[in-house]
């Protein structure tokens, strides 16, 4: 999944997650890899199972998935 930014992200390059279930607890790491720069919006990959619930809260205000 493509990310895109207004401002650079600055975070550390792998995001490690707990989630909590009904069925018991997981923990999972994601990658964060810098896609590209284009038209002054910044670029990121991430798994395609990362939380869209949580990009805007991560990676900044008015981060949205990007679709080519």
């Known amino acids: 999944m493509i990310i895109k930014t207004k401002s ?3 975070g550390k390059r792998k995001i490690w997650m707990k ?3 009904s069925s018991g607890e997981y923990e999972k790491f ?3 890899r810098s ?3 284009e038209k002054g919006a910044f670029l990121y990959e991430v798994d395609d199972d ?3 619930e949580l ?3 991560i990676f900044g205000y008015g981060s949205t998935v990007w679709h080519r």
């Open 35 to 37: 896609h590209s720069v």
């Open 19 to 21: 989630f909590i279930t």
């Open 55 to 57: 990009i805007e809260l």
């Open 50 to 52: 990362f939380p869209k």
């Open 30 to 32: 994601y990658e964060v």
């Open 8 to 10: 650079p992200y600055l």
